[in-house]
């Protein structure tokens, strides 16, 4: 088998996969959608041709199937009945299965004709439940319809799903003080307006009302929906809004037009940010050159200097651009988690509606690739342990269905992922008795433990409150490993829980991570570098703020006894007694720690390398990062550090 | 912000509000074919912009006002082939 060949059908494959179930997606909530119908025909179609190239017959044989039930209701003789469109889910999730076998084992195993023959059978007859299959009229309001067409062009460019929006400002608008163009210009990403009379044509210049606003303004905005609400909340009522799927769009419109995109090896674009950096560090060398032509011909270190300023910029806009490639949107990252949902749902025998928002955040490829496996784990978690039986539920008044919900928001510097279930939340008095049983913690500590800090414990290694060990969580890993994981991401988790309630859990992660901000800090003659994202504050005090406690120290900061930890110390050499005392907050386990330093130096943005050679071994340092002056610093990982 | 009226060409300047409109309206009535001078403009109201869509004077000059400029103005037919 052609390897390439093959690696090549694992990333077009899973994406014809995902781009069915999109339109499946749109067909659930409108089943007479033409747009995605037609499109969820060609991603089918065209998948069926991938799979024919592979020893994959049970996979051509389903999608077959699904082509052929797709293609009747396109053809309009009828609609597709919520039943049909779960089952060519199910076909599709049962495929994207298969294609994770070929990319593990290179062929399918034994049962998949087996498996092909039940889906397809089933299929065969419709079940007698089944909805009366005749044509749905389309949800999508005319307004939205034309616009569509209207708009097919910058449709066909969009590079994310757009919201359409018609706002028809009353005739009274300008009486109220209204500007309805002025709140319309505050709509971010506007890839399209129009603005049409209200009355059909505008008046004639010696009727026209110049204090009567007559204008219906509809346009497309890249911004999403909920975020369109809330800047109209003041004038909701005259306001409409239809989400665009931008590819079903796209096919009704027409157009024909393909994204050039370039598929590029991660590992070259590793690569070409390495060599960035390294230029960085040569251009670096001109400064001591400069200072030796001072001296000898000014002209001439003039000349050097201006020459110098030109490279630097064009380095910093080189090293903008490589972070740009880096970026990639979390989308392809998620695209099985749908499908995963509803098969550890299935296994436990819950009923969960799940939704996904906000996967077109874009982040750092790291943090894209280093993400799943923890959020995955969350999911799991709240599956298992979050979401009741359906029959409990019941009993608790709730919807026998629990609700999942990923949301996915960038904020500055930062990815914000939010989990949220309804399911039946975390007792922290059952936290706090099983971390006891368990020899976490002793009972005295167990009663003076807050809930949130109660609740933090479920990462600790070695708990797991699984009353019996269940086939999707049980496997030996614990919450531990997701805090593992973030940790390594250099992100943050919090996590919030109501009893029978549910409960939330919050990932913050680093958005972009080819440079870190990172701050230095001196002990003596020696300096070193913490990521600022590992510092939640610096202050300085005066040393006699230091209380003894035990074998270490303590400070009172913001009302609250931080332990105090000395880096010196902690990095084997001797206890610095400086006056006054640095101190580096930071964080382990949620709780607030402080480690001391002589002083805090500048503040650099600098690319991180692995540790290599013998620093590979010290867990305490997370790489070396190289200073403007060229000097190479140790960039210390201070959870490893006072581990 | 002011309307004035000189010879064929109106000038619009500074913050267009509500009420500017009706003086431009008198202004194109009293003589269609006047032109429109928004350069010195540096933020035009929906009830301006309304006016200008729904009458579609000739237009000339740049206001300071980004997205009048970028997606309202270019509705506004600039008269051209109609003199």
Same mark, same amino acid.
């Given at each position: 088998?052609?390897?390439?060949?093959?690696?090549?059908?694992?990333?077009?494959?899973?994406?014809?996969?995902?781009?069915?179930?999109?339109?499946?997606?749109?067909?659930?909530?409108?089943?007479?959608?033409?747009?995605?119908?037609?499109?969820?025909?060609?991603?089918?179609?065209?998948?069926?041709?991938?799979?024919?190239?592979?020893?994959?017959?049970?996979?051509?044989?389903?999608?077959?199937?699904?082509?052929?039930?797709?293609?009747?209701?396109?053809?309009?003789?009828?609609?597709?009945?919520?039943?049909?469109?779960?089952?060519? @889910?199910?076909?599709?999730?049962?495929?994207?299965?298969?294609?994770?076998?070929?990319?593990?084992?290179?062929?399918?195993?034994?049962?998949?004709?087996?498996?092909?023959?039940?889906?397809?059978?089933?299929?065969?007859?419709?079940?007698?439940?089944?909805?009366?299959?005749q044509s749905v009229p389309s949800t999508t309001p005319a307004w939205a319809a034309a616009l569509i067409e209207r708009e097919a062009g910058a449709i066909a460019q969009a590079q994310s799903a757009l919201t359409a929006f018609r706002y028809a400002p009353d005739r009274e608008a300008f009486f109220r003080g209204d500007d309805p163009l002025g709140l319309v210009a505050k709509i971010p990403d506007v890839t399209a307006l129009a603005i049409f009379p209200a009355e059909g044509t505008w008046p004639a210049a010696d009727e026209f009302d110049p204090f009567a606003c007559q204008m219906v303004i509809e346009g497309l905005s890249a911004a999403s929906l909920p975020d369109l609400q809330l800047l109209f909340r003041l004038v909701s009522d005259q306001l409409d809004l239809h989400p665009i799927d931008t590819i079903a769009a796209t096919v009704a419109g027409n157009t024909g037009e393909v994204a050039s995109v370039l598929r590029v090896d991660a590992a070259r674009i590793d690569r070409l940010a390495e060599g960035v950096g390294e230029l960085a560090i040569a251009a670096n060398a001109f400064a001591p050159i400069i200072a030796r032509a001072d001296a000898l011909d000014t002209e001439l270190a003039q000349a050097i200097r201006s020459a110098q300023a030109g490279l630097e910029r064009a380095v910093g806009s080189i090293q903008r651009a490589v972070s740009a490639v880096r970026l990639v949107p979390l989308g392809p990252t998620l695209r099985r988690l749908p499908r995963l949902v509803r098969e550890i749902a299935t296994e436990l025998g819950k009923a969960v509606d799940f939704t996904l928002t906000?996967?077109?955040?874009?982040?750092?490829?790291?943090?894209?690739?280093?993400?799943?496996?923890?959020?995955?784990?969350?999911?799991?978690?709240?599956?298992?342990?979050?979401?009741?039986?359906?029959?409990?539920?019941?009993?608790?008044?709730?919807?026998?269905?629990?609700?999942?919900?990923?949301?996915?928001?960038?904020?500055?510097?930062?990815?914000?992922?939010?989990?949220?279930?309804?399911?039946?939340?975390?007792?922290?008095?059952?936290?706090?008795?099983?971390?006891?049983?368990?020899?976490?913690?002793?009972?005295?500590?167990?009663?003076?433990?807050?809930?949130?800090?109660?609740?933090?414990?479920?990462?600790?290694?070695?708990?797991?409150?699984?009353?019996?060990?269940?086939?999707?969580?049980?496997?030996?890993?614990?919450?531990?490993? @997701?805090?593992?994981?973030?940790?390594?991401?250099?992100?943050?988790?919090?996590?919030?829980?109501?009893?029978?309630?549910?409960?939330?859990?919050?990932?913050?992660?680093?958005?972009?991570?080819?440079?870190?901000?990172?701050?230095? @800090?001196?002990?003596?003659?020696?300096?070193?570098?913490?990521?600022?994202?590992?510092?939640?504050?610096?202050?300085?005090?005066?040393?006699?703020?230091?209380?003894?406690?035990?074998?270490?120290?303590?400070?009172?900061?913001?009302?609250?006894?931080?332990?105090?930890?000395?880096?010196?110390?902690?990095?084997?050499?001797?206890?610095?007694?400086?006056?006054?005392?640095?101190?580096?907050?930071?964080?382990?386990?949620?709780?607030?720690?402080?480690?001391?330093?002589?002083?805090?130096?500048?503040?650099?943005?600098?690319?991180?390398?692995?540790?290599?050679?013998?620093?590979?071994?010290?867990?305490?340092?997370?790489?070396?990062?190289?200073?403007?002056?060229?000097?190479?610093?140790?960039?210390?990982?201070?959870?490893?550090?006072?581990? | 912000m002011s309307v004035r009226v000189v010879g064929e060409t109106i000038f619009v300047e500074g913050i267009a509000q509500v009420a500017d409109a009706e003086p431009i309206l008198s202004a194109l009535l009293e003589a269609p074919g006047r032109t429109v001078d928004i350069g010195g403009a540096t933020g035009l109201h929906s009830a301006t912009l309304q006016l200008f869509l729904a009458l579609r004077p000739r237009i000339v000059g740049t206001p300071g006002d980004s997205f009048a400029s970028r997606w309202v103005l270019p509705l506004v037919d600039t008269g051209e082939g109609q003199e």
């Open positions: 088998m052609d390897d390439e060949l093959l690696e090549q059908f694992l990333i077009e494959g899973r994406d014809l996969v995902a781009d069915a179930q999109a339109q499946l997606r749109i067909l659930a909530l409108d089943s007479g959608n033409k747009a995605a119908i037609d499109a969820a025909f060609r991603a089918v179609h065209t998948l069926k041709g991938s799979v024919g190239i592979f020893p994959m017959t049970p996979a051509e044989r389903v999608l077959h199937f699904a082509e052929e039930v797709l293609d009747r209701s396109r053809k309009g003789t009828s609609a597709l009945a919520s039943a049909e469109i779960a089952r060519l @889910v199910a076909m599709l999730d049962q495929t994207d299965r298969w294609i994770d076998e070929m990319e593990r084992a290179g062929a399918l195993n034994g049962s998949a004709k087996a498996v092909a023959d039940a889906l397809v059978e089933e299929n065969r007859s419709p079940a007698p439940d089944d909805e009366p299959t906000g996967e077109q955040a874009e982040v750092d490829k790291q943090i894209a690739d280093g993400l799943f496996e923890p959020l995955l784990h969350l999911v799991r978690n709240a599956l298992d342990h979050g979401i009741e039986a359906p029959e409990l539920r019941r009993a608790a008044n709730k919807a026998p269905a629990g609700k999942l919900d990923v949301a996915i928001v960038r904020q500055a510097d930062e990815v914000v992922i939010t989990l949220r279930d309804d399911g039946a939340g975390i007792d922290p008095d059952r936290i706090r008795s099983v971390a006891i049983a368990r020899g976490l913690l002793d009972s005295e500590a167990a009663t003076t433990l807050g809930d949130a800090a109660a609740l933090r414990l479920i990462f600790e290694p070695g708990f797991s409150t699984a009353e019996k060990v269940s086939g999707v969580s049980g496997r030996g890993v614990g919450m531990d490993a @997701v805090q593992s994981a973030v940790d390594r991401l250099r992100g943050r988790i919090e996590i919030d829980s109501r009893l029978g309630e549910g409960t939330t859990f919050r990932l913050r992660l680093p958005a972009n991570a080819l440079t870190t901000r990172l701050l230095l @800090v001196e002990i003596g003659p020696d300096r070193y570098a913490v990521p600022f994202d590992q510092i939640r504050e610096t202050v300085r005090v005066d040393s006699d703020r230091l209380v003894p406690v035990g074998t270490g120290w303590a400070c009172v900061l913001r009302d609250r006894t931080v332990p105090v930890l000395d880096l010196a110390t902690l990095l084997g050499g001797s206890n610095s007694a400086r006056l006054p005392a640095h101190l580096l907050v930071t964080a382990v386990s949620g709780e607030p720690v402080a480690v001391r330093v002589d002083r805090f130096g500048e503040r650099i943005d600098a690319m991180i390398r692995t540790p290599t050679g013998l620093l590979a071994n010290m867990p305490s340092v997370a790489g070396t990062a190289v200073t403007g002056d060229g000097g190479v610093l140790l960039v210390l990982d201070l959870a490893e550090v006072m581990g | -």
